[in-house]
């Protein structure tokens, strides 16, 4: 009878890229196990190697997720085995620990193995391209999409196709479509513009019906309303947004991966805009949920204004005795208005001084106020390739004895 050993990993100091651990055994042959998997480093699987006295060593794995994980090894070295590399395993929810793979390493030689876990059912990936997503948040309000797809900050590998949200921390989560929660982290308090916070971010993991999941990222500590095992929703509320992990400030990163061999990558989507079409978010707008079956709500967005919403517009001033300019800001767009205090008509010749802006009007404008009125003057924008951005005005007025249109 061949008695096992059981081979307890020392776990060393991370090696190569974010998200890859190695581990050193040493056993009767000694031999080098080289655990990656993403999503800050999680162990979605129970895995364990274990050395008998005729020297094969024979891998375990238990599932305590409940939806099904994988169990990739990548490469191996110092060893042969059965089945082609990559080879997989698939372990149903809440299965093992059973026995997956037999090795026989080759005498004299130390056995290399790189391997990973992940969660769902690699062989079962069909991604449905035509399911439109909801925005991520609550109906009726929007949202400015701060990194789209190709991000230059972070959106890369496999998070190329990730979206980031501005949003302020505390604000609503909601499921952008229906599925099992797969995994919930949301112990950590720290985050960071650093690499070395990418292991701190908290998040919830929806398993999909086509094996696709929902990930959404950085959320405040304590901030999952959901647990393990729990069916969403598309449109419930899941959780809280924040600012953990490798995060520049407040926002919910969020995308829809699938399992391959190299990992949980992120694939492209679309989602369902306020007007029912399909869209794909581009960096710099924003976007309002619509969540289905929800009840109306009025559409205002900065980058659909134009001057002509405003050629009719005019408010009282009051008795001020100078010439005011007055802006709101709605999304990223400014409106300005400018207004005559005094009371007789005046003519105000206006220079906007912009740096990183561009105006829907020429830069020199003349208009003639009627008294104590205000009225509409100009809308300006950031230009896409700004990164600062400011405005201000040079004017002069005279008095007028008519008003001009």
């Known amino acids: 009878m061949h008695h096992p050993r059981i081979i307890c990993p020392q776990k060393l100091a991370p090696e190569g890229p974010a998200g890859v651990s190695s581990y050193i055994m040493k056993p009767l042959l000694a031999f080098l196990l080289l655990c990656s998997s993403l999503l800050a480093a999680e162990d979605f699987l129970i895995v364990q190697f274990t050395q008998r006295d005729d020297g094969l060593i024979v891998v375990e794995a238990r599932n305590p997720l409940p939806i099904p994980g994988t169990f990739v090894l990548s490469e191996l070295s110092g060893g042969s085995m059965d089945g082609d ?14 026995p997956i793979l037999t090795i026989q390493p080759e005498e004299g030689r130390r056995v ?7 969660p769902g059912d690699i062989r079962a990936v069909h991604p449905d391209e035509n399911h439109l997503y909801l925005f991520p948040f609550a109906h009726g309000t929007k949202h400015r999409v701060d990194q789209a797809f190709h991000g230059a900050f972070t959106h890369r590998g496999e998070n ?27 112990d950590s308090s720290v985050g960071g513009t650093s690499a070395s916070y990418g292991d701190d971010a908290n998040y919830i993991l929806i398993y999909h019906e086509d094996g696709t999941f929902g990930n959404y990222v950085h959320l405040r500590k304590d901030g999952a309303l959901v647990e393990p095992g729990d069916r969403v929703e598309a449109g419930q509320l899941i959780g809280y947004s924040g600012n953990t992990g490798q995060s520049s400030g407040p926002h919910l990163h969020f995308d829809v991966r699938i399992p391959t061999t190299e990992g949980l990558t ?21 976007y309002y949920a619509f969540h289905p079956g929800g009840p109306a709500f009025p559409v205002v967005l900065g ?17 001020v005795e100078r010439i005011v300019f007055r802006t709101e800001q709605i999304d990223d767009t400014v409106v300005v208005y400018v207004g005559n205090g005094f009371d007789r008509p005046a003519r105000v010749e206006v220079e906007l001084v912009l740096s ?18 205000e009225r509409f003057l100009t809308l300006l924008r950031p230009l896409p390739s700004a990164r600062t951005f400011r405005y201000g005005y040079r004017y002069t007025y005279a008095f007028t004895g008519q008003e001009d249109s």
């Open 112 to 118: 290399r193995i790189r391997w990973k876990t992940l």
């Open 303 to 319: 980058r659909l204004l134009s001057n002509e919403d405003f050629k009719d517009h005019e408010a009282p001033v009051e008795p």
């Open 85 to 98: 590399i990559p080879f997989t395993a698939v372990l149903g929810p809440g299965d093992g620990p059973l």
């Open 160 to 186: 190329e196709y990730a979206v980031d949200f501005a949003m302020d921390e505390g604000t609503p989560v909601y499921a952008a479509r229906g599925g099992v929660t797969a995994y919930v982290k949301e």
């Open 266 to 286: 992120s694939i492209p989507i679309r989602f369902l805009n306020y007007d029912g079409t399909a869209v794909i978010p581009e960096e710099g707008s924003y």
């Open 356 to 373: 990183g802006m561009e105006a829907t009007t020429p830069r020199k404008l003349s208009i003639t106020i009627p008294p104590r009125t």
